[in-house]
């Protein structure tokens, strides 16, 4: 061989030992390198490790508690069947609810009774309508009786008188029963008030079994000293202005009773001057009814007074002893056709 082959053997012969040197050197850094690492990591987990008495026991394993649990939905139950309540009885309404109940229940009961009667007196004016025409007949004004007129003025006062009778007796009594009744209902509807009072109502008194304002009372007080009779009571009212046109020089002849109706009667006189008429004495006569316990007077309805010409009626009868105080039966001359 030549020596330059020989020695280019020999540079790679020495080349290749320096490359195994190298990589035996790179081998034996990384296995340094390693045990560092694995020094330094075993430090570290020997210093954050906690002693062995400071170290968690294991949890022994419970079973959750039903409050940590989530609410199971409960199955739905159909509600009990209850029995239906007994009602309660209702209260007592109150007191106003009364009142107003009462009062309505006697407004239906009094315009059931005295439409009868309210309707008879419609009827009753119609009828003395007709009768006034007729006395004015009798008594025409402004006229003077001739002695031929007088003679039978007598006789045409008579048969008026009769006619007059069948006519105003029944309607006295309707009338007088009338205000009985509607006093009766009157009396009922202030015991009402009475029993269930509101404020800025009148007191009432008691007077007898009549319920009374203050002013009613002595108002009757007053009424039963002047008219204790009934005469006294047809006296005063002939000084009325709608008795004295009709009426001069009245002189009192008695007091007739009806038979049907004690507390009616009819109080007769006899008189100067009956509608300007004086030259005979024409007899007249009132109808008087007691209400509230005093003698009154009887309006007949449509009618301008009370008063009414003629005798008084036949059927009624002198007033008994000791049933119309005061008076004194000199009714025969009254009754004298």
Same mark, same amino acid.
């Given at each position: 061989?030549?020596?330059e082959?020989?020695?280019?053997d020999e540079a790679?012969?020495a080349?290749?030992?320096?490359?195994?040197?190298?990589?035996?050197?790179?081998?034996?850094t990384g296995?340094?390198?390693?045990?560092?690492l694995?020094?330094?990591?075993?430090?570290?987990?020997?210093?954050?490790?906690?002693?062995?008495?400071?170290?968690?026991?294991?949890?022994?394993?419970?079973?959750?508690?039903?409050?940590?649990?989530p609410?199971?939905?409960?199955?739905?139950?159909?509600?009990?069947?209850?029995?239906? !309540?007994v009602?309660?009885?209702?209260?007592? !309404?109150?007191?106003?609810?009364?009142?107003?109940?009462r009062?309505?229940?006697?407004?239906?009961?009094?315009?059931?009774e005295?439409?009868?009667?309210?309707?008879?007196?419609?009827?009753?004016?119609?009828?003395?309508?007709?009768?006034s025409?007729?006395?004015?007949?009798?008594f025409?004004?402004?006229?003077?009786?001739?002695?031929?007129?007088?003679?039978?003025?007598?006789?045409?006062l008579?048969?008026?008188?009769?006619e007059?009778?069948?006519?105003?007796v029944?309607?006295? /009594?309707?009338?007088?029963?009338?205000?009985?009744a509607q006093?009766?209902?009157?009396?009922?509807?202030?015991?009402?008030?009475?029993?269930?009072?509101?404020?800025?109502e009148p007191?009432w008194?008691?007077?007898?079994?009549?319920?009374l304002?203050?002013?009613?009372?002595? *108002?009757?007080e007053?009424?039963?000293?002047?008219?204790?009779?009934?005469?006294?009571?047809a006296? *005063?009212y002939?000084?009325?202005?709608?008795?004295?046109?009709?009426?001069q020089?009245p002189?009192?002849?008695?007091?007739?009773?009806?038979?049907?109706?004690?507390?009616?009667?009819a109080?007769?006189? /006899?008189?100067?001057?009956y509608?300007?008429q004086?030259?005979?004495?024409?007899?007249?006569y009132?109808?008087?009814?007691?209400?509230?316990?005093?003698?009154?007077?009887? *309006?007949?309805?449509?009618?301008?007074?009370?008063?009414?010409?003629?005798?008084?009626?036949g059927?009624?009868?002198?007033?008994?002893?000791?049933?119309?105080?005061?008076?004194?039966? /000199?009714?025969?001359?009254?009754?004298? /056709?």
């Amino acid at each position: 061989r030549t020596p330059e082959a020989a020695g280019s053997d020999e540079a790679f012969r020495a080349a290749r030992r320096a490359s195994h040197v190298a990589l035996l050197g790179l081998f034996i850094t990384g296995c340094v390198i390693d045990v560092v690492l694995l020094i330094v990591l075993s430090v570290v987990v020997a210093t954050r490790q906690a002693p062995a008495d400071q170290v968690a026991q294991p949890t022994p394993w419970e079973p959750p508690s039903v409050a940590a649990l989530p609410p199971r939905p409960e199955p739905a139950v159909p509600p009990p069947v209850l029995p239906e !309540p007994v009602p309660e009885p209702e209260p007592p !309404p109150p007191t106003n609810q009364q009142r107003e109940t009462r009062l309505t229940e006697l407004r239906e009961r009094e315009q059931k009774e005295l439409a009868p009667w309210l309707a008879k007196l419609e009827k009753h004016k119609q009828a003395l309508a007709a009768l006034s025409a007729k006395e004015d007949a009798l008594f025409p004004k402004g006229t003077k009786f001739n002695k031929k007129q007088l003679a039978t003025f007598a006789s045409r006062l008579a048969k008026f008188a009769k006619e007059q009778e069948l006519i105003v007796v029944p309607i006295a /009594r309707d009338v007088a029963r009338l205000a009985r009744a509607q006093e009766e209902h009157l009396q009922a509807r202030r015991r009402i008030l009475r029993d269930h009072p509101e404020p800025g109502e009148p007191q009432w008194e008691l007077v007898g079994e009549l319920l009374l304002t203050p002013e009613e009372a002595l *108002d009757l007080e007053q009424r039963r000293l002047r008219f204790a009779t009934p005469r006294a009571a047809a006296t *005063d009212y002939l000084k009325s202005e709608a008795a004295a046109a009709l009426v001069q020089g009245p002189f009192y002849l008695g007091t007739l009773q009806d038979p049907a109706d004690p507390a009616l009667v009819a109080v007769a006189y /006899r008189t100067q001057s009956y509608r300007g008429q004086t030259a005979v004495e024409i007899p007249v006569y009132l109808f008087l009814h007691q209400w509230r316990g005093v003698w009154t007077v009887v *309006d007949l309805p449509g009618r301008a007074a009370a008063v009414l010409p003629g005798a008084p009626p036949g059927t009624y009868q002198p007033a008994a002893a000791g049933r119309v105080p005061g008076e004194q039966s /000199r009714v025969a001359a009254a009754g004298a /056709r």
